[in-house]
């Protein structure tokens, strides 16, 4: 294999990898003011110094290769980094935008850890050996960002569930309301108890009214 051929490629490889970052730079600080979780906000501020310091290292790649800095437009990141924009334009602030973010950024993290372990590879075979420290402790930072995201979303996840329970426990104490309403009104009184003492003085009355109706006792006369 030609030795001039493959560090061509590699410096192609790392000029499109430079310009990735430099656009991821300034897409992170938007990213992390579209999102409600301060979890993950906090995540992509924290990735935002890792990406800021992975420039400066592409940086120095360049100078181990011997050849000058410089950025070739890298396609593949403007693609994933409208995906992230739609996601913040077609959802209202929340767990369903923040999910939709973290889905975006993770595309974005897997697209770097392969673009870094191919270059370091080939730094490898070009007998880079600071070349291959430096682009294999960036791949390992993007793992660890893809793998910090992964359990960010699964604590919104869990969240969310537990909202949906307490929702459901409010439904069935409105709908048991309902029904302790619907009783009260099926006995005819309107809910409203008849007191007994009601019920003793139409009896007395009656009593009096039969009373009345009967025959006086007739004297007997005296002789």
Same mark, same amino acid.
């Given at each position: 294999?030609?030795? %001039?051929? !493959?560090?061509?490629? @590699? ?10 970052? +430099? ?9 992390? +003011?579209?999102? +409600?979780?301060?979890? !993950? ?5 924290? *990735?935002? &110094? ?11 790649? @360049?100078? $181990? ?20 924009? /739609? &996601?913040?334009?077609? *959802? ?7 999910? &939709? !973010? ?7 993290? *897997?697209? /770097? ?10 730094? /490898? *075979? ?6 291959? %420290?430096?682009? #294999? ?7 660890? &960002?893809?793998?910090?995201?992964? %359990? ?23 709908? /048991?309301?309902? =029904?302790?309403?619907?009783?009260? =009104? ?16 139409? $009896? ?5 009214? =039969?009373? #009345? +109706? ?5 004297? %007997?006369?005296?002789?």
């Amino acid at each position: 294999m030609n030795q %001039q051929t !493959l560090r061509n490629l @590699f410096v192609d490889h790392i000029s499109d990898l430079y310009d990735a970052e +430099k656009q991821l730079v300034k897409a992170l600080p938007k990213m992390a +003011k579209a999102v +409600k979780s301060e979890e !993950l906000a906090d995540a992509l501020r924290n *990735h935002l &110094a890792e990406t800021q310091n992975q420039v400066t290292r592409l940086e120095e790649v @360049f100078q $181990a290769v011997g050849a000058p800095v410089k950025a070739k437009p890298c396609k593949g990141m403007k693609g994933l980094l409208a995906e992230g924009s /739609e &996601a913040i334009a077609e *959802h209202t602030p929340g767990a369903m935008r923040d999910l &939709a !973010l973290i889905a975006g950024a993770q595309k974005v993290e *897997h697209y /770097e850890i392969s673009a870094y372990g191919t270059a370091r590879a080939i730094a /490898e *075979h070009l007998e880079l050996a600071d070349a291959v %420290q430096l682009l #294999g402790q960036t791949e390992d930072e993007e793992k660890n &960002a893809d793998e910090g995201l992964t %359990q960010i979303a699964m604590t919104i996840y869990e969240a969310a569930g537990d909202e949906d329970e307490d929702d459901a426990d409010t439904d069935v104490d409105e709908e /048991e309301d309902e =029904e302790e309403d619907d009783e009260d =009104e099926g006995d005819g009184s309107l809910g409203i108890p008849v007191p007994a003492t009601a019920t003793s003085k139409k $009896a007395s009355a009656k009593d009096i009214v =039969e009373a #009345g +109706k009967a025959k006086p006792a007739t004297r %007997q006369r005296k002789p």
